[in-house]
């Protein structure tokens, strides 16, 4: 799905689409449209439905636009120059099942940097990952960024910034521990 460009082409990554709901929201605004041109046309409960009915496929668009410029921001990420190797592992949250990846520095000692903690943004991308491994990782190192972990070839999407854990602070430790609790799927 990378071009000639090596640009990743968003609109056709299912996976990443997924990830930010658009295709029940383009869905849904269709609808809410087609429903509101019929009222307006007097097919169906007439020109004050109908109006309202326009009204919230306009919001259903700019949803589509917001989440479209998300995605698309995402897929630069992706494919971005800022590539290093990262050791993860999988946990889960024992009460709502959230997929969690915790990332580490591949290389030198881990103690070192801070581990992060990223939210997958579907559960199920979770059913195919192993437990643990090693990912090539695209995007800057900051304490709050995105980041883009690529794992047998696919990259694996998120809706949220990654979260530096720093350990040395109960509430953080808590929040691992409490991750760790859960058993990892793998295969």
């Known amino acids: 799905m990378i ?3 090596g640009r990743l082409a968003w609109w056709r990554n299912r996976d990443l689409l997924s990830a930010f709901d658009l295709p029940p929201i383009a869905a849904w605004t269709v609808f809410i449209a087609l429903a509101g041109f019929a009222g307006v046309l007097h097919i169906v409960g007439g020109v004050g439905r109908g109006c309202v009915f326009l009204a919230f496929s306009a919001c259903g668009l700019a949803a589509i636009v917001s989440q479209g410029r998300l995605a698309r921001d ?4 992706a494919v971005g120059e800022h590539v290093r190797p990262m050791r993860w592992l999988l946990l889960r949250e024992p009460d709502a099942g959230e997929a969690y990846l915790v ?3 591949a290389d030198g000692d881990p103690d070192e940097a801070p581990p992060m903690l ?3 943004a579907k559960k199920r991308q ?4 192993p437990p643990a491994g090693v990912a090539d990782v695209h995007g800057l190192l900051r304490p709050v960024t995105v980041l883009v972990p690529w794992i047998d070839g696919s990259p694996v999407w998120t809706r949220h910034p990654v979260t ?3 350990l ?3 509430r953080d430790r808590g929040r691992l521990t409490y991750l760790k609790g859960s058993e990892p799927r793998g295969r």
């Open 103 to 105: 990332l580490y520095r």
């Open 126 to 129: 979770a059913r195919h990952l």
């Open 168 to 170: 040395t602070t109960e």
């Open 74 to 77: 995402f897929a630069r990420v």
């Open 118 to 120: 990223l939210r997958l």
């Open 164 to 166: 530096a854990l720093d």
């Open 3 to 5: 071009d000639n460009r």
